[in-house]
């Protein structure tokens, strides 16, 4: 289950309101799903430094969003400075719940609201 900083969610919500956050998570959620599969064009043929700038925008991308859980499992691989496939994997994994869970949350508020 994707962690998250409900502080942080409920600011956003305030800030935005339903329907304009689930603008803005979706906006989050495709630039964050690129950034995710560019991390596996990266296995290879980037440098570490490269990788960990990707890792590092996604990281603070999530925090900024309140995915908190997201973005730790980002800075821990930045921080190992190796990451290899079974790692993009646990990424893209993690990404997914973190995906579903914005949607089940947004949903929710939305459903409150109406």
Request: a negative charge.
């Amino acid at each position: 289950m994707a962690k998250f900083d409900e502080t942080r969610v409920n600011e956003l919500l305030a800030i935005f309101g339903a329907g304009d956050l689930a603008m803005v998570l979706d906006a989050f959620l495709e630039e964050a799903e690129q950034a995710v599969a560019g991390l596996g064009r990266l296995l290879s043929e980037a440098p570490d430094r490269v990788r960990d700038q990707q890792l590092d925008y996604l990281a603070r991308a999530a925090m900024n969003m309140g995915a908190s859980g997201f973005a730790d499992l980002c800075r821990s691989y930045e921080r190992a400075g190796q990451f290899q496939a079974t790692d993009h994997n646990a990424v893209r994994q993690a990404f997914r719940q973190t995906c579903d869970a914005f949607n089940l949350r947004v949903q929710s508020v939305e459903t409150d609201a109406a």
